[in-house]
């Protein structure tokens, strides 16, 4: 038998793999029927197609949810972990309640994860190149259903892809949305469903249009709070003499990041405090550091933040406290204002951020210690 796993295939530029779909030998699937009250044992489909009736609620209704995590190659290539797939697998069972769908039992998440990695093994990237096998596992209402109820059956499958880092590692500017709430107040918003995503496409390309990497939201009800990026958690980072301080937003309308919460144990072993609460928009100017946080960004910092100001948001608006409105992170100009966290001209990360990334990065590629029991070997 060839030994495991087989070394990385010399069809892809490793150094510069980027963020795009690129075909794999196949993923892995597992149906559910309500006849049987069980999701079957997950088998290997050599296709990244699926048959779907066109009438299924996931097409229809976007009864729908997904996840993201990655695998990587440990020093020596000759090892392959998966960080942290429990919790994938409980986010999921989250998600699932949000759209009627039966929870897929974390023993069979695993399963499923581990096949799918394992029979795609030649495309998890070289050790230490920056890239990773990204994980996307999906459920979703599969047999045809007309009405609005849940249908009988239902799909779990794995999908791998080798990727680099969503935004780069760059620091990125941020926009944030007043035209457009991300998720009700009561709403689906701490669901990773499709539903919370296609609807930021248009703003997110308007934001790009307009030289933003990336969209931050706040709270719908008042537009006050932060909430998160489209595309990872928010961590802020205070800091007062030696004492450091991440700050998360506490919101029911966020998706529980697990590279926030793997990043927020890092900066306690640093000896860092950590304060989930909910953060004001007008607190933005005292934070240090600003980073986005999640599986497919990593860590990006984020270099500056800004906000439009109209009739609608004059209200909030920086200028309307004294003393955000003469903190020096903060620049008016054109109807808009902006914290800035990192000048312009300055490429690399701040000194918090690169810390937190480095211990995150050791950990997920072998080279530190896995003292949190993140690793998964496969
Ligand atoms: C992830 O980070 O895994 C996500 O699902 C975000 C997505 C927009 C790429």
């Not at 996307?136 to 680099?164: H, M």
């Not at 499709?194 to 930021?200: D, H, K, L, S, T």
């Not at 961590?235 to 700050?247: H, K, P």
């Not at 211990?359 to 080279?367: D, P, S, Y």
């Amino acid at each position: 038998m060839a030994p495991f796993p087989p070394p990385p295939v010399n069809t892809i530029d490793w150094s510069n793999v980027g963020f795009r779909v690129r075909e794999v030998n196949g993923h892995v699937e597992s149906h559910y029927s309500v006849q049987t009250g069980k999701w079957s044992p997950p088998t290997f489909v050599a296709d990244p197609y699926m048959r779907i009736h066109g009438m299924a609620p996931a097409l229809n209704y976007g009864q729908q949810a997904y996840e993201g995590l990655k695998a990587f190659r440990l020093p020596g290539d000759d090892k392959i972990a998966i960080f942290r797939p429990d919790r994938n697998a409980a986010r999921l069972q989250h998600s699932a309640a949000f759209i009627s769908i039966p929870p897929v039992p974390t023993d069979l998440f695993l399963e499923a994860v581990k096949a799918a990695v394992a029979l795609n093994a030649e495309f998890v990237p070289p050790h230490a190149t920056g890239a990773a096998m990204y994980i996307r596992p999906q459920i979703y209402g599969s047999s045809a259903q007309l009405g609005l109820s849940p249908p009988d059956e239902y799909t779990f499958c794995v999908f791998v892809l080798p990727t680099g880092v969503y935004h780069g590692s760059h620091p990125v500017k941020a926009l944030i949305m007043d035209d457009f709430d991300r998720a009700a107040p009561n709403g689906t918003g701490s669901a990773k469903v499709g539903g919370n995503y296609a609807p930021v496409l248009r703003w997110s390309d308007k934001a790009r249009n307009e030289g933003y990497g990336i969209t931050l939201h706040l709270d719908s009800r008042r537009h006050e709070e932060v909430d998160e990026f489209s595309t990872s958690g928010f961590i802020g980072a205070l800091v007062d003499g030696e004492d450091v301080t991440l700050v998360v937003p506490d919101s029911k309308a966020v998706i529980d990041s697990i590279t926030s919460v793997s990043i927020q144990d890092l900066g306690r072993s640093f000896g860092w405090k950590v304060e989930k609460r909910p953060i004001k928009y007008s607190e933005l100017p005292n934070f240090t550091e600003v980073m986005a946080a999640g599986t497919a960004a990593a860590l990006v910092p984020i270099r500056s933040i800004t906000r439009h100001i109209t009739d609608a948001t004059s209200s909030q608006s920086l200028a309307a406290s004294a003393e955000a409105k003469a903190h020096p992170r903060v620049v008016f100009q054109d109807g808009q204002e902006t914290v800035t966290y990192i000048a312009e001209g300055v490429e690399d990360p701040g000194a918090l951020c690169s810390k937190l990334l480095a211990k995150l990065q050791g950990i997920q590629l072998g080279k530190l210690a896995d003292e949190f029991g993140w690793r998964f070997e496969v």
